[in-house]
């Protein structure tokens, strides 16, 4: 029997948050939300992979899709300026159905190619879920392009939202593939790679701090500037991820270089900061830095962001860092008004830290940001609260929030300190909400 929607037994997307607010207490781990149907909401600043795949400079990109499918990454192209290094090839009906999926892909590549008015040293070909679906042999495809063009490094990328549910995720595998290209070289000894991240990392940051006073020579992509530059990372005898989704390209990268990988996590909590660079001090064969001085403003600075602050309610979201719940019981044992945290699922290495709240905050409420009711869930009128996260300051309608994604190059102590001034100025100077978050893969310009 058909229902009006919002009627009970319907089935209705529509409806009051606390249908789906949980908190903490009642919470489990690691899906906190039943998965089903998304929702995306207009906070756009998290990169996708056509953002991250063009940090390879004078790479070209090919994407291969229906043309529905190409629509965003077309847009992505245009907003960050880059059409003139990216280009489409469309699937259609026919092509599935006449059984000529190869001859597309090798003869679109090809075309495109030979119309460049300069030939790019690298290409990304993006395949997607419908190669697959199609059983379409993709390591021919490669080798077949390969000979066509032996002066053009190739490799394979891909926009298949079926890789989401097993293996590497489109981002991770978009992340490895950055080095993919990289051609083996002899290793120095003095000389590391900070791999898989959109943004650099900061010139101030514990990591900075530690390789560069101890002598390394460090290579970052985000700094690359020529494909030459982009191949000189291959010569780092140590590959450093502290991005979650960049490790398993760390491993890869361990595998078919050479060198050796360290995962660093990233955190708020200064005793897992400690143990992580004492791990990466030692991994480094150098001496472990002295925290105290850090350790020591950390606090001055939570005790000034909280005079700040105040009782005003802070709410958390997952795209401004890998550890929203990390940053959530840094703030609450802090003393501060942390009262959402709107995150889809918890991550392993959140793990300890979901407990821990769970056991001491109960009442912290979680929120999805892909739940098909949180359609309906964004503020009408501004909120008086501080987001940290793009997604929060979206739903909660505030403009007092802090604008960064991905961590923003942050790591350490110094990721507690930046993150706590910028609590202070998101307070005391409100933001364009509605217009910033608008915006496609926040700082990409800036890294390109």
Known sequence: ML???GEPGSGSIMGRPEEIMTPIGKASFPEPFRQGLEYSSPARGPWNIAHTGMLIPEAHEIFICAASCLRGVVLSAAEMGTQERFSTVAVREKDLLDGDMEELVIDGVTDIIEKLPVRPPAVLVYTSCVHHFTGCDLDMIQRRISERFPDIDFVDCYMNPIMRKSGLTPDQKMRAQLYALLHKRPLRPDAAAIIG????????????????GNGLKVHEITSCRTYEEYQEMAESSYYISYYPAAAAGGEILEKRLGGKHFYLPFSFDGDEIEAGFAALS?????????????????????AQTLETVGSTPVVIDYTFCPRPLGLARFLLDAGFCVERVYVDCISGEEKRDFVYLQENYPDLTLLPTIHPKMRFMAQENPSRVLAIGQKAAFFMNTDHF??????GGMLGYEAALRTLALMRDAFLHPKEMKKLVQEKALRCEGCL
């Open 402 to 407: 802090v604008n960064v994604v991905e961590g």
């Open 282 to 302: 030692s991994f480094l064969g150098v001496p472990m830095p002295d925290f105290s001085e850090k350790r020591a403003a950390v606090k001055h600075a939570l």
């Open 197 to 212: 991240n959109d943004f650099p990392t900061d010139e101030a940051s514990d990591l900075m701090e530690l390789l560069k």
């Open 3 to 5: 229902r009006r929607p």
